[in-house]
């Protein structure tokens, strides 16, 4: 497949050989999420946002599997130098216990892997003064034990998270969901856990908030945290958490005076803030961190997606000092991703991707606004964390299936809300490309 050339190209969507695979995957897999039935052939041409299912319809992925693929499909920045090295087996170790090493020193080792992980996690958080981490598996995972070790600093057991937000499916993280319904109902949760709203307004001041945040005095937060009036007693509490621009719950970007004011009331009452950046850190959103992008300064750094496993980055004075306070079977154990996340790490900031992603964010959203497609309310996004957003639930639907009709992947997010994740890389040839599909899919639903 030639990159500079390749377009997508669809007989049938989903075609037959796909009906097939998905249908046998149900029959064992646990009932989830599913989208639609795109099986991509992984032997099959595939190179960035292009992939080839096992139909033969060849792709534009403007979902980066949910992020998880931040540098799309066969990137030679990682392939080629994956091919450099004979990979062990097992590729998975017991990484709390042992260590894994290669030939050189730590420093410069032949091989990278979770401690050169590590070492590039500190690299990127330093203005932060982050000087510890813990790897894990998963997003969920890496929320989990930002909420551990808050309360292990604090000693505080109550926490502050915010409506719309998503932090994982686990029942620790679960509990900090303002999302969906369906995610937390009938599940027990975590005591202690109140919730605030989260802008609605990106342009918002206190004086023209509509979401309820801003008060005639102050804000909901800092009212609750108000030694003298506040019902939550700063003594019992642990953490706030927060994505620094909502990913599940709609793409949604905070305006600066609500940023402002989470920041002025965490500094003033010393809380603990967890920057929940599974989805917006590694450049996604035009700079390494989301965070960088606001006042916040955040004391923990959950981080995941496209960095291959899961990660809580803090400071010594945050971690447990306990031995076996935390830990982990495969935790700083998974010897290939954490080789993968490095190469991404690298290729992040060695090929200019976060400019990249801010300049293409800038195009696609200039590009969707020029071209104003009916039934579309608001486009907004952060460098490559994309939204359209549509009038109606319906309306978004029938874009996202008559885009795979096109041969473009896309995702709903929110109630109404359509998200676009193009890779980091993605040209300004492929931007064009993909905005074209997408609006073909508009018009197709109006018709």
Known sequence: MDRETAEPHVEEMPGGRAREWAAHHRRTAARSTYVYDFVWDITEEAEGPFCTDVDGNVLLDFTSHVAAAPLGYNNPLITDRLREFDLPDPTKIAGQDFYAGSPGTPFDPELPGPTQLMDRLIEITGEYGMDRVFLSNSGAE????????????????????FEGGFHGRTLGALSLNRSKSVQRKGYPELPGI??????????????????????????????????????????????????????????????????????????????????????????????????????????????????????????????????????????????????QGVLTIDAIREEGLVENARERGEQAKALLRDAAPDGVVDVRGRGLLLAVEFDTKARREAVIEAALERGLLTLGCGYKTLRLLPPLDVTEREIDLGIDLLCEAVAAVDE
Request: proline share 5%; hydrophobic share 35%.
């Open 142 to 161: 890496a929320v989990e034990n930002a909420i551990k070790i808050c309360y292990d600093a604090s000693g505080g057991t109550r926490g502050i998270t």
């Open 194 to 339: 109140a919730d605030v709203p989260y802008c609605d307004d990106r342009t918002c001041t206190p004086e023209t908030c509509g979401c309820g945040f801003f008060r005639e005095e102050g804000s909901a937060l800092s009212s609750k945290l108000d030694p003298e009036t506040g019902h939550l007693p700063l003594e019992d509490l642990a953490y706030l958490v927060i994505e620094p621009v909502q990913g599940e719950g709609g793409y949604r970007i905070p305006s600066d005076a609500f940023m402002r004011e989470v920041a002025a009331v965490c500094d003033a009452y010393d809380v603990l803030v967890i920057a929940d950046e599974i989805q917006t850190g590694l450049g996604r959103t035009g700079t390494m961190w989301g965070s960088d992008q606001s006042p916040i300064e955040p004391d923990v750094i959950t981080c995941a997606k496209g960095l291959r496993v899961g990660a809580t980055v803090s400071r010594s004075d945050v971690f447990p000092d306990e031995e076996a306070r935390i830990s982990s079977t495969w935790g700083a154990g998974d010897v290939l991703a954490a080789m």
